[in-house]
């Protein structure tokens, strides 16, 4: 399969120009320059870096220069620190994953779309003939399976928009199911030889999201470690979470502990489409909740890290402070020298 250079090796910069109460005080403090540099230090080769529409639209959809300033400082501390650069539309006018948001009829309403379009054709006008150095990220974490087709129509335009402006950009696009990674079969084949299937990746769910606040079922008292089997936590799973069960559709004989080969199984359909469709995979986000023991954190990315680099999977680690799973949080300060050979 073919790899990504450049880009196998990342964080994510969540929570700064996303998933945030977007104000001056946030941009300004929750990520700084130093922080390119230790991403750098530690021997990443990118940053993903997540943003909201908010950053760089009005109520209006006017633009607005101070917001595309972040961005315009992203692109030169990347370029300072010899980083690659993911600019991911986490949230669009009318549609986020996060149903809290109330952003509601994107794929139903033209004009939300145009405005869409138009974002992606300023981004795009600004970013897209730089280099190899940035990519871009059409929209995260499509949710419902009925958005399908109308995803794959609207990410078709975008990208044909796009094209006319910066050819060569590379572009990633993931599936519904919050990018799962078995919604690629139903995305279009990649328009073009700079396309990159994209996919997220919290197998299996009932661990990396024990006692999550946000996951419908969970009982954020829950706890589990890394050596229950699997068949135990598939029980679980089920009993507390019904249809969201973790992670465990089918355990194909993997009723133990969680092992390579468990990722194994779970990433050899997409590697099998991916060496297909002649397209490469990139992870955009993975990673474990910060309830979990920092001994057991490490062993999951040694697993997962283990698989994606025998296949040579480009990924970015969510994420590089707080959000739930921050990698430089004081709680994986006992493991973090080892956990970063595994990113």
Not at 6 to 13: A, R
Not at 189 to 207: A, G, Q, S
Request: glycine fraction near 8%; charge should be negative; proline fraction near 3%.
């Amino acid at each position: 399969m073919k790899r990504w250079e450049g880009y196998e090796h990342g964080i994510n910069f969540g929570g700064w120009l996303s998933q945030c109460d977007h104000t001056k005080e946030r941009y300004d403090n929750f990520i700084k320059e130093e922080d390119f540099k230790t991403v750098k230090d530690w021997g990443l080769d990118h940053v993903r870096i997540p943003v909201d529409y908010n950053l760089v639209e009005d109520a209006d959809g006017n633009y607005k220069e101070d917001g595309f300033a972040y961005l315009n400082n992203c692109v030169a501390w990347c370029k300072k620190y010899g980083l690659n650069l993911i600019i991911d539309i986490h949230k669009t006018f009318g549609f986020s994953f996060d149903t809290g948001e109330n952003e509601n009829g994107f794929f139903e309403n033209e004009a939300y779309q145009e405005r869409f379009y138009r974002l992606w054709e300023n981004l795009a006008t600004r970013y897209g003939n730089i280099g190899k150095e940035v990519s871009f990220e059409l929209l995260n974490e499509v949710t419902d399976k009925g958005y399908s087709d109308e995803w794959n129509r609207i990410s078709t335009i975008c990208i044909e928009r796009i094209r006319k402006i910066a050819p060569d950009v590379t572009i990633l696009i993931g599936g519904y199911w919050n990018n799962s990674l078995d919604a690629l079969p139903d995305l279009l084949p990649p328009y073009d030889e700079n396309v990159i299937y994209n996919f997220h990746c919290y197998e299996p769910m009932l661990f990396t999201h024990q006692g999550a606040y946000w996951v419908p079922g969970m009982d954020t008292s829950f706890r589990v470690s890394i050596d229950t089997p699997c068949a135990k936590m598939k029980e679980i799973a089920e009993e507390m979470m019904g249809d969201m069960n973790g992670g465990f559709e089918d355990l194909g004989g993997f009723e133990g502990p969680l092992s390579e080969a468990y990722f194994e199984r779970y990433l050899e359909e997409g590697v099998k489409l991916a060496e297909e469709r002649n397209v490469r995979l990139y992870c955009g986000e993975y990673g474990v909740i910060n309830l979990a023991t920092p001994e057991d954190t490490l062993q999951w990315y040694k697993l997962f890290g283990a698989v994606m680099q025998r296949h040579g999977i480009a990924r970015a680690a969510w994420s590089f402070r707080e959000m739930d799973y921050g990698l430089v949080d004081a709680h994986l300060d006992s493991v973090r020298p080892e956990l970063l050979k595994y990113l």
